[in-house]
């Protein structure tokens, strides 16, 4: 992971549970106001924007996800690759999204099953899409390993600058807006009876991930009743056993009131499956709104928490919602 807080996941996640933030004026903008804007970047990559940006964000975060794991895929089939990219970019053609594929794959140093490998463009939501589909190549049998990632930076004066002319951005005049972030996560998710003999480390099992669709999103200027989220939440919630609830969440709300409004009519619609008082952990706090990066950076921290056994407790829900009518939720269960 490689986050304003830390260039490995050992420090990003040590950082946000912590409760610090990374949050900073940038030189060179400034908002409607005159001020200049708050976001959460790392600034070693001062000096490149772009895809190039988004590959010295994912390359490393990637590599430390993939080091200790190499040597397995000599004996096994390829492994898959899953990548929420933000829609954002010069994607418009072929060609530009495989060179940037395989600037990743040298760059890491792991060759990929091209058959399974896929990219996902969206926002917050993305991340979990990749997540269910590398969940279902699995299941299926179609790949033994999948590295799932996502990275997204927005820290690019041109989106800045539409976050600032939608009074979207944080502002002393406007509170509830969102800071902007930047990001890269990845995990590496594999049958379970190809785990190591000598592994003695926690078990994390990724049970259910459900995507549903909202049909009143935010923008779309008719009222939100979170039916999507509320769908989803329900979807993943339906692999738990009846008596089982909810320990703990990671969500994606980013200071913007509306995410919290959805939460709050899923969480009513379903509140005997979660224990009361409910630990929820939304990292943009810290972070700031990462994007396509979202999915990715709350599947490493849940995993990290329960490597560590440091989780609040054993059963997680992950959800995430953006301005697209995708909702995703995700069931964790710690060993």
């Not at 964000?57 to 895929?73: G, H, N, S, T, V």
């Not at 997204?152 to 979207?168: F, M, P």
């Not at 009519?265 to 409910?278: C, F, W």
Request: aromatic content about 10%; overall charge negative; hydrophobic content about 45%.
């Amino acid at each position: 992971m490689v986050t304003p807080l830390g260039l490995n996941a050992p420090s990003s996640i040590a950082a946000i549970r912590a409760s610090l933030s990374a949050f900073a004026e940038i030189p060179w903008m400034i908002d409607q106001n005159g001020e200049p804007m708050i976001v959460g970047r790392l600034e070693l990559l001062d000096d490149c924007f772009g895809l190039e940006r988004l590959e010295s964000l994912a390359i490393p975060a990637a590599r430390e996800c993939m080091q200790d794991y190499a040597d397995r895929f000599s004996r096994l089939r390829l492994p898959a690759l899953a990548l929420s990219l933000p829609k954002w970019g010069d994607w418009s053609s072929t060609s530009t999204i495989s060179a940037f594929l395989n600037n990743f794959e040298q760059g890491v140093g792991i060759t990929f099953d091209a058959q399974r490998r896929k990219v996902f463009f969206g926002d917050r939501c993305s991340g979990m899409v990749a997540l269910k589909t590398a969940f279902e190549w699995i299941s299926r049998g179609e790949a033994d390993f999948c590295l799932v990632g996502g990275v997204d930076s927005y820290i690019e004066a041109e989106r800045l600058e539409e976050i600032d002319a939608a009074k979207r951005l944080h502002s002393s005049s406007n509170p509830h807006g969102f800071i902007p972030g930047e990001a890269a996560a990845f995990i590496l998710i594999g049958r379970h009876d190809l785990r190591s003999r000598s592994d003695r480390s926690p078990q994390v099992i990724f049970r259910a991930c459900a995507i549903e669709v909202e049909p009143h999103p935010f923008g779309s200027g008719q009222p939100c009743l979170a039916q999507g989220l509320t769908n989803s939440c329900r979807e993943a919630l339906s692999a738990m056993a009846i008596h089982e609830q909810i320990d703990w969440i990671l969500c994606d709300m980013n200071g913007e009131p509306e995410w919290a409004n959805e939460w709050a009519y899923a969480y009513i619609r379903s509140r005997e499956k979660y224990v009361d008082p409910l630990n929820i952990w939304h990292p943009a706090d810290c972070i700031g709104d990462v994007g396509a990066a979202t999915g990715a950076v709350l599947s490493a921290i849940a995993f990290s928490c329960y490597k560590q056994m440091c989780a609040p407790g054993r059963n997680l829900l992950i959800w995430t919602a953006g301005d697209a009518p995708e909702r995703a939720a995700s069931l964790w269960v710690g060993g």
